[in-house]
């Protein structure tokens, strides 16, 4: 088959046969086809796990939403919704009981006249942000914590690992309460105090892969080579044991967002008139009983749909990276 | 030979373990000159990678520990350099080939990455120079297409490939010694001789030395100018390769070289094997480790580690058989050509 060698020209022939029957036997061991690489590999897995693609849909659109307000946040009218999210008109909610979807609200307005379809799409941004944000603090101080705990081992595993265990045995909603009542309201404290609870679970999940990885050979190989100790923790060692992390990431903003919601329930998290929907469900709840379902409604049902977006491509995207379900 | 690189005298390397410790080189001594190779021969467990790996200080501590002996690299002892200076030796002034290169290379990393930061962590280079040495380097030791190889990854690469890779990584610096530990133990026969071919040549083009461990004596006969033979964490016999393979003094060397499939039987024969088991590092007996395996043990053999006996140029034992004896048994050993490919 000397036709598909393209590559032999300039060498030796020896070495130009020994090439070509490597090749050959990569293509048999894969049934013809040149191997695929990780992210290749899981983004074919992933396809054919329904439930994940619909997961990434839902992300898509609500990353897209939330982006686009954020931008439009920017600009002098402050939001891209319809209507002004926080404009109060008491026209449009007679007894104060809000007035039901309609072809010009159509998730109907709430107690002050505002629209909610407006005010879900804007609180779509916060929500967004929470995720993004309060996952990134925690990353970022797992990401280091834990590869270096598990690299050196000994007395620095022991304080990081029995710092992450404190953390761990608090109870989460209780923890991030006294935080926010030291810190007060306000959204970044909201970034601030999911970000700064989160870091146990990285930490954790990244030490026990960076535990088998830096066993590897070609750790050893990059030591041999004078690399120093920062430079194999964070170019050798953690570039492979990112994979669990991904996963962890996709569930972790599905439960920032949720948290973010329970905190603005109790009243401690995003504040009016700003929007986001724990505050939205906190504050509709009470006109359930009155009738004015469409309120509370659609934020708590966004709310679901993402979460649920979140935590069903995580599932999908361990699956598809766990080489035990491998076909 | 050229100008003297490496001197080891009396290297011990122990590791203490929950279990005891663990002896795994024992008093170890070589030296190294420049365009010389040293071939490191010995089962598994016998502490040839122990002794090259307490070259780099890579011992893993705790548990591991040099604790005795002296490793000068020129005129500079290796054991007291601090850390800094020592990432310096590594890679720049001594570099390794790793046995697997199936899991040497970093799965993460193009190739042409890997051997760019090796070259930019010991010369003031650029990226964009780096990465075009990697290039040339790749070229060097054999791959077609190095311009685009070096923007693969590993698991495009097939073993021997990968394996050259190694090898364009250890070269990368220009060390002065380049130690290789099993680098054909991994890989097809075929390929195993096109490896030896590259790391001769890559010895000559950078007149390095070369310590080759092995434990495949074809592979020593094909390259090495003079062999240590290990047994136990100890050196029992250390030659020049005529010296070894022509005249063998200890009864080591005789069952390595008994079991070895010879080119001059036509019938079948078996092969003779070395009967026993290696000894428990841990609990080491007092004499000869070999001791216990020996058909020519003598009552002397498990108390007392015999004195090296220098038994020609350059080449030295350490065994209780007196010499009259192994003449005799050494005149049934087959002709040194009967192995030799």
Sequence with gaps: MPERDTSGNQVTEDLTISTLSERDLIEDKYGGRQPLGLWADTWRRLKRNHLAVVGLCIIAVFLAVGMAEEIASLTPKGYLAPYDPNAVNYALSPKGLGSPPSWSHPFGTDYLGRDVFSRTLVATRISMLVGVIAVSIALLIGLILGPISGYYGGAVDSVIMRTADVFFAFPYILFVLLIMTVLGPGLWNVFFAIGILGWATYARLNRGSVLSVKAMEYVEAARAQGASDLRIIFRHVLPNTMAPVYVAIAMGIGGAIVTEAALSFLGIGIQAPDASWGKMISDYLSYLGAGSWWMLTFPSVFLVVTVFGFISFGNGLRDATDPKLKE | MGERLLTVDGLSTHFFTYAGVVKAVNGVSFTLDRKETLGIVGESGSGKTVAAL?????????????????????????????????????????????????????PVLKIGNQIAEAIMLHQDKGKGEAWRMAAELLDRVGIPDAEKRVNQYPFEFSGGMRQRAMIAMAISCNPDIL????????????????????????????????????????????????????????????????EI??????????GLLGSLPRLDEVEKTRLTPIKGQPPDLIALPGGCPFAGRCSYELPVCRDQWPELEIVGPGHGVNCWIPEAERREVRATLPHFQAYVR
């Design chain 2, 179 to 242: 130690i290789a530990d099993e680098p054909t133990t991994a890989l097809d026969v075929t390929i195993q001789a096109q490896i030896i071919d590259v790391i001769e040549e890559m010895q000559q083009r950078y007149e390095s030395g070369v310590i080759l461990i092995t434990h495949d004596l074809g592979v020593v006969a094909e390259i090495a100018d003079k062999v240590m033979v290990m047994y136990g964490g100890r050196t029992v016999e250390y030659g020049g390769i005529d």
């Design chain 2, 54 to 106: 307490s070259l780099l200080r890579l011992i893993p501590d705790p548990p591991g520990k040099v604790v005795e002996g002296s490793l000068l690299l020129g005129d500079r002892d290796l054991r007291t350099l601090s850390d800094e200076e020592m990432r310096q030796v590594r890679g720049n002034d001594i570099a390794m080939i790793f046995q697997d290169p199936m899991t040497s290379l970093n």
């Design chain 2, 245 to 254: 393979f022509y005249n063998p003094h200890h009864p080591y060397t005789w």
